[in-house]
């Protein structure tokens, strides 16, 4: 990079505004890992090509890590054209994830009737809630995971983005943003809209990764929530300051916990580990293949879950 592109950079840095605070002079934080346009195959759920991201800048005021690349503004056509062929793959720990998820929204508001996910992915939240007794709705851009909603769960997904005009007019008891937030570019705006659709005495479930965690600093660069799909990076207190910018506040907090099969750990482990060999091993041997196919619970206190009001 010559000196003069790099005082354009400089002055780029300097003119963007933090998404959180508002403030300027963000810092330069990690170099963009791919050196073409992102693709919709980009932002796959199942990507686990971990550490790999757009640039990122760090606000000095708040602390907010978050992209500048232009691709930012068309996340959301993106998303749009984005299929993921291995998701359906994870449905069983995910679908125990869901139920851990609205137990915690029921215990939050007992008398919770209707509920909207922001995000739907494949609809499998909102199918269990509807097993659970809510009046259920899920929001998801991408048009694949909407057929595959409809397929695998006979849920019908609004297909598009939040705030949506068939919602205008709906108020809901709760409302899920389960790592959804640090995928969009206007995270206190996209608050504030769910704020505006809570019923009186409403919740929002917030799941974000935290990106000030032990285990994100221990990792550094290569942790593994830091991904092209994601493009804000949260840590508890900038979080804190998004939610009280959007004129709501947190009357609950603890780290998520999730579920996954252990073959899928195993195999996500190969990114840090020499474990193959040792993974095809097991596959092979009855005692270990049965393993290897348990659903385990997992929290590493990297992900945080906050109830909002």
């Not at 990690?30 to 932002?43: A, H, T, V």
């Not at 640090?182 to 659709?197: G, I, K, M, W, Y």
């Not at 917030?206 to 991904?227: K, M």
Request: hydrophobic share 40%; with cysteine; net charge positive.
């Amino acid at each position: 990079m010559n000196h003069a592109t790099s005082s354009a950079a400089e002055d780029s840095q300097s003119n963007t505004r933090c998404w959180i605070c508002g403030a300027t002079g963000a810092l330069h934080w990690k170099n963009r890992s791919i050196q073409r346009p992102l693709e919709p195959e980009d932002l796959r759920i199942t990507d686990h090509r971990y550490g790999t991201t757009l640039s990122l800048l760090r606000c000095g005021e708040c602390g907010f890590i978050f992209s500048n690349d232009k691709e930012v503004d068309e996340l959301v056509s993106l998303y749009e054209k984005m299929s993921d062929p291995g998701y359906e793959e994870s449905q069983e720990g995910r679908a125990q994830q869901m139920r851990w998820l609205l137990s915690k929204a029921r215990k939050a508001n007992p008398s919770a009737r209707s509920l909207l996910d922001v995000g739907a992915g494949s609809g499998l939240l909102v199918a269990e809630a509807k097993r659970f007794g809510f009046n259920a709705i899920g929001v998801e851009p991408s048009h694949s995971l909407v057929k595959l909603a409809r397929r695998l769960y006979q849920v019908d997904l609004l297909q598009g983005v939040f705030p949506h005009r068939v919602l205008s007019n709906h108020r809901f008891d709760v409302i899920f943003l389960v790592d959804i937030i640090e995928h969009v570019s206007t995270p206190v705006d996209l608050l504030r809209h769910c704020a505006a659709a809570l019923a009186p005495q409403g919740i929002i479930i917030l799941v974000t990764p935290n990106v000030g965690s032990l285990v994100a600093r221990l990792l550094g660069q290569r942790w593994w929530h830091f991904r092209l799909a994601h493009v804000g990076y949260f840590s508890h207190s900038s979080v804190l300051k998004a939610i009280e910018r959007s004129g709501l506040r947190a009357v609950e907090h603890f780290s998520a916990k999730w579920f996954f099969r252990v073959s899928y750990l195993a195999e996500r482990l190969e990114s840090y580990l020499p474990v193959h060999e040792f993974n095809r091993f097991c596959s092979k041997v009855a005692p270990l293949r049965w393993l290897y196919n348990r659903v385990i619970p997992l929290d590493l206190h990297d992900s945080i879950v906050l109830v909002l009001k």
